[in-house]
């Protein structure tokens, strides 16, 4: 399995900013996703979520209204759109990929529950 992220950089606060995750090597319909940030020296926060149908999302309360998560099934991607960044966003933010073949409408927030990781890509925010 592999969980590829892209789109990272640096982004002026209030801009925008869109990661994409690619996957390859498991059946993606059958994964809940998710989308974590990671600050140096913090643990690895929980950004957004979406169930493996598409259908239901949710968010961190830092990021409600500004960040939307989506998927593709038909493309293996899942993609996070951070409007409005703030500095406090920055980090290296990971997607995950959770198993959930019996679990069309579930989205899993706690980093324990995913079974595969990306490599991250760093965002940095600026004022």
């Known amino acids: 399995v592999q969980l590829i992220e892209s789109g990272g950089g640096l982004v002026q606060a209030g801009g925008s900013l869109r990661l994409s995750c690619a996957a390859s090597?498991?059946?993606?319909?059958?994964?809940?996703m998710g989308w974590f940030r990671q600050a140096p020296g913090k643990e690895r926060v929980f950004v957004a979520a979406?169930?493996?149908?598409?259908?239901?999302?949710r968010y961190g309360d830092s990021v409600k209204g500004r960040f939307i998560i989506s998927r593709d099934n038909a493309e293996n991607a899942v993609t996070l759109q951070m409007n409005s960044p703030k500095p406090e966003d920055t980090g290296v933010y990971y997607c995950?990929?959770?198993?959930?073949?019996?679990?069309?409408?579930?989205?899993?927030?706690?980093?324990?529950?995913?079974?595969?990781w990306g490599q991250g890509t760093q965002v940095t925010v600026s004022i």
């Open positions: 090597g498991l059946t993606f319909s059958n994964y809940a």
């Open positions: 979406i169930s493996r149908n598409g259908l239901y999302t």
């Open positions: 995950g990929a959770r198993g959930a073949s019996n679990l069309s409408s579930y989205v899993f927030t706690n980093a324990d529950a995913y079974m595969y």
